[in-house]
Nanobody, 123 residues
Framework: QVQVVESGGGLVQAGGSLRLSCAAS????????MAWYRQVPGKKRELVAV???????NYADSVKGRFTISRDDSKSTVYLQMNSLKPEDTAVYYC?????????????????WGQGIQVTVSS
């Protein structure tokens, strides 16, 4: 039911910047963690950055100091500002949205993924 739509990817030269956006809609309950992952062929998907509903952020060591994750809860949107891009940042970037619904009877947690968006950094 949840729709997760990424945008902002593309081709950029090394040292350049991109800003990824991810908008969630159709969810039930509240959004908890919002995260960006990336994956290249032959490798496992890795966490790039995550921001909690309280605004706490964590980054992969490889992107610390270069990437910034943020969220706008009024728009149900998470952003990833990517600066000083390197060729090794080339990957398909996936947005992950965790939603939680608490009822009188139970608590439901659900993860939804975007389709992925290509980021290519040329040397």
């Amino acid at each position: 039911q949840v729709q997760v739509v990424e945008s902002g990817g593309g081709l950029v030269q090394a040292g350049g910047s991109l800003r990824l956006s991810c908008a969630a809609s159709g969810y039930v309950g509240t959004i908890e963690d919002m995260a960006w992952y990336r994956q290249v062929p032959g490798k496992k998907r890795e966490l790039v950055a995550v921001v909690s509903s309280g605004g706490h952020k964590n980054y992969a060591d490889s992107v610390k100091g270069r990437f910034t994750i943020s969220r706008d809860d009024s728009k149900s949107t998470v952003y990833l500002q990517m600066n000083s891009l390197k060729p090794e940042d080339t990957a398909v970037y996936y947005c992950n949205v965790e939603t939680v619904r608490v009822t009188y009877l139970d608590q439901y947690e659900h993860d939804d993924w975007g389709q992925g968006i290509q980021v290519t950094v040329s040397s």
